[in-house]
């Protein structure tokens, strides 16, 4: 890229920079970039002038911003074509509605013989377990029940999924490879029905979904659906 004209905007000059980073691989999909505050001393210049180079590149889908965790290099477009993993609080509030989460586990778990298999990685491997209920205008439609590998996403238990959920982080900081997926309708296990607010002889459409970045199993995820209350849809 050519050197930034004497009269170049300092907001043009930080937002080139950070583009040629990306560009020459320093910075790779998922990947974090320095702070605002880091940014405005690295350049001299307020934060302010930091912040319109990000918003922009923001709004290029260059970078990714995720509230209470920081900026991170965004998904290539063609990777994003790969498989639509629509998050379930973009879902609720693209029909006009609200989405609100409770968070029922969130810990470090070895990986049992089962889990291993599914990974990919030893018995005994570090992995991360969240169960999170999310509803719409105050109405359960979905439990969350994921594994995430640790070795992809080191920092997932220090993350605030009330203000986020987990696929907004994941597809922030662990770039798509592939995925696969089943979906069956089945009874729930009385703890999923309580936390579904239904009975546990009314039948769920059940989403099974692995997915792969960094040459890695990345997640494994159930996900719980009360069949009367949520249909699954799509087109291409």
């Known amino acids: 890229m050519k050197p930034s004209k004497p009269d170049t905007p300092a907001f043009q000059v930080i937002k080139d920079t950070l583009l040629q980073e990306i560009q020459s691989g320093k910075w790779k999909e998922g990947d974090a970039i320095p702070a605002e505050t880091a940014l405005a001393s690295q350049f001299g210049v307020s934060r302010m002038t930091v912040n319109r180079a990000v918003r922009e590149l923001t709004s290029e889908q260059i970078l990714t911003r995720i509230q209470g965790s920081g900026t991170y290099v965004a998904q290539q477009k063609y990777q994003a074509t790969l498989v639509a993993i629509k998050s379930i609080a973009e879902e609720i509030r693209s029909r006009g509605h609200t989405h609100r989460s409770e968070l029922h586990e969130l810990k470090a778990e070895t990986a049992s013989e089962q889990l291993a298999a599914k990974f ?10 969240s169960v999170i209920v999310h509803f719409e205008n105050e109405v359960a439609i979905q439990v969350e029940d994921r594994w995430v590998n640790s070795s992809v996403t080191p920092e997932y ?21 592939g995925v696969d997926y089943s979906i069956e309708a089945v009874l729930p296990p009385k703890q999923i029905a309580e936390m579904l607010h239904i009975s546990a002889k009314e039948a769920c459409l059940v989403l099974h979904r692995t997915t792969r970045s960094r040459d890695m199993i990345a997640t494994c995820v159930t996900m719980w659906h009360p069949g009367k209350r949520y249909q699954f849809a799509g087109s291409f």
Request: avoid cysteine.
């Open 120 to 129: 990919q990685v030893k018995a005994g491997h570090s992995l991360f377990h």
């Open 157 to 177: 238990l220090q993350q605030d999924f009330s203000i986020m959920t987990p696929n907004e982080y994941l597809v922030a900081v662990a770039p798509l490879q």
